[in-house]
Structure formats: structure tokens, C-alpha cells
């Protein structure tokens, strides 16, 4: 395994720890991926060098390679190597989080449902938003009669935080078989 492939493999194990354990033969997986970066190195240096100057010294030869290599190496592996961090446990929960509609939609719901004019709005089936939302549908009927949903679920953060809890291993396994 030449360089590129010890450095793609060290960045691998570092980052990536699960990918790289997913791989069935990291070894010869590195290997390939080292000399295809090698091999790509060496051209695209060739072609970023040119032809030699006039009147060039030796020393400003060898400048012009070795810069000339240093840009190629950065461009191929940026391109090859340099992948994207594995989130952590709780970076994922965070990010995934992040994009959950608000537990406030519930009580926007709820003030919905006791509008009396709500046949000109569309609301959500109560089946459906308690499939949604991973909450029994007793849960929400109990929510649609409150006056003030949002103390409700200000005080229901035991079973928010659960639905919570279930919306994301049921994300998690939707991930799973999508890989």
C-alpha cells in the first residue's frame, strides 16, 4: 500500500469509523484507492508543471514540480480521500432535530380542531398525525380540547420527549434499509 493509500486509510479510520469497518477488504480497498491517486497525482502534476522555462535554474526546476505535485495532491485528494465526517450519536439526534417540525404544531393543530370554521381548512386526520407524531390517539384527543394547548404539552414533556425518541429510531431504521 503506497502513501496515499495509508493516508486514506488513517483519514478513514479517523472519521469514518463505521464506513471504514463496512468495508469487506479495507486492505485492498487502500490499495486501489492509493494508486488511483497516485495515478492521477501524476498527471494532473504534469500538466499543472507544463514544459520546462527557459532559461530556468535547477533549483527553480525543482521548485515548479514540487509545487506543481503539492497542487495535484491537494486537488486529488480533496477529490478521493477527504470524506465527510461520520456525525457523532448526539450530532446526528441534534441535526436530525433540527428539521422535526415543532412540538408548537401540535397546539396549532389543536386550535384548528376547535375552530368552528374549520371545514375551510385543511387539518390533518387525528389517525394521522398521532402515526405522524408517534403519540396515542388519546393523547391528541385529550390535546384538541384543551384551552391552552400549549401549557398542555408544556406539561406532557415526558411523553413529548418518548414520541421524540420514537420519530427518531423509526428515521434511523428508514436510514438503515435505504443504505
Do not use: C
Not at 527553480?60 to 509545487?67: A, Q, S
Request: glycine letters at 6%; aromatic letters at 10%; a negative charge.
Amino acid at each position: 500500500m503506497n502513501q496515499y493509500g495509508l493516508l486514506a486509510r488513517d483519514h478513514w479510520i479517523k472519521v469514518a469509523p463505521s464506513r471504514y469497518a463496512a468495508l469487506p477488504n479495507p486492505g485492498e480497498y487502500f490499495e486501489g484507492l492509493g494508486e488511483q491517486v497516485q495515478s492521477q497525482v501524476d498527471n494532473l502534476s504534469q500538466r499543472i508543471a507544463g514544459s520546462d522555462l527557459a532559461g530556468e535554474t535547477y533549483l527553480e526546476k525543482v521548485g515548479r514540480l514540487t509545487m506543481a505535485k503539492r497542487q495535484a495532491e491537494e486537488i486529488v485528494l480533496a477529490d478521493l480521500v477527504w470524506i465527510t465526517p461520520e456525525l457523532s450519536a448526539d450530532e446526528a439526534r441534534e441535526e436530525w432535530g433540527s428539521v422535526q417540525p415543532p412540538v408548537e404544531a401540535l397546539a396549532d393543530w389543536a386550535f384548528l380542531m376547535q375552530d368552528e370554521d374549520r371545514e375551510f381548512k385543511s387539518v390533518d386526520p387525528i389517525e394521522q398525525l398521532a402515526e405522524d407524531w408517534m403519540l396515542p390517539e388519546s393523547f391528541l384527543e385529550v390535546l384538541a380540547v384543551q384551552d391552552n394547548p400549549y401549557r398542555f404539552l408544556s406539561e406532557q414533556a415526558e411523553i413529548l420527549t418518548e414520541s421524540a425518541n420514537q420519530r427518531y429510531r423509526r428515521f434511523r431504521e428508514t436510514q438503515g434499509q435505504e443504505e
